[in-house]
């Protein structure tokens, strides 16, 4: 299938889940994961007016980025080791996988030197599996006041999680809404100073059911654009 008959079947299925759950289509963003495609793939997303691209290694994405960077949105979806953080930091729009204190102060630090202020998503490991970064739920609540107290240069935008990959959609059902529930509990609080919006869920095998549980931010790889697609 040709890249705009995939994008297009997407797009219908998205319009189709929002409907379903009373949302608006333009609440919900969708991101082409292009860990796996080539420099034209890429292009030829943007091109299809796909301006959201994840990816998930600065070594992957750098002849990407370098061509492609003022074209797109660029989102950092994969693990952020601290001593990577210098690779990334001013290149991704966000940064999705916010999950440990160290990588907080890091990130901080770094961005206090640039005078940036970063947009992160906090990861949160919902379903427990050991297999899987991210925090635990309970403690995603102290982490988050930790950043709100002494992380000036870090603006938390919403939280972010992958259910099991041995489930079916609706069987991942439980841990998107667990995450929804997370958000709306750190908003009740009043931990950030701000509101916290964006859920960050929702893969090529369970996006649709994502959005039906809110997700704002959907991050979909090999059902949008396989490395042998064209327009």
């Excluded at 609440?27 to 959201?52: F, M, N, P, Q």
């Excluded at 750098?62 to 003022?70: G, I, Q, R, T």
């Excluded at 709306?184 to 919006?197: Q, S, T």
């Excluded at 859920?199 to 997700?215: H, K, Q």
Aim: net charge negative; aromatic share 6%; hydrophobic share 40%.
């Amino acid at each position: 299938m040709a890249l705009r008959d995939q994008i297009l079947e997407v797009q219908t299925r998205i319009q189709a889940a929002c409907e379903r759950s009373g949302r608006s289509r333009q609440d919900v963003e969708l991101i082409a994961v292009t860990k796996y495609v080539s420099l034209e793939t890429t292009r030829a997303v943007l091109d299809e007016g796909i301006l959201h691209i994840g990816e998930n290694r600065w070594q992957d994405v750098k002849p990407k980025w370098e061509a492609l960077h003022d074209r797109g949105t660029w989102h950092f979806i994969g693990h952020l080791q601290t001593n990577k953080v210098k690779d990334v930091i001013g290149k991704f729009d966000y940064i999705h996988s916010l999950d440990r204190l160290s990588l907080a102060k890091e990130l901080d630090k770094q961005a206090a030197a640039k005078g940036l202020q970063l947009k992160c998503l906090l990861q949160v490991n919902v379903s427990g599996e050991e297999s899987k970064y991210g925090m635990a739920p309970e403690e995603l609540f102290d982490f988050g006041s930790e950043i709100s107290a002494q992380m000036k240069h870090i603006h938390i935008k919403g939280l972010m999680t992958m259910a099991p990959y041995d489930v079916d959609a609706e069987a991942a059902r439980p841990y998107f809404r667990k995450l929804r529930e997370l958000r709306d509990l750190l908003n009740g609080r009043d931990i950030f100073p701000y509101e916290v919006k964006h859920l960050s869920m929702g893969m090529s095998g369970d996006f649709e059911v994502a959005i039906e549980e809110g997700a704002t931010m959907i991050r979909l790889g090999s059902v949008l654009v396989k490395e042998d697609s064209h327009t």
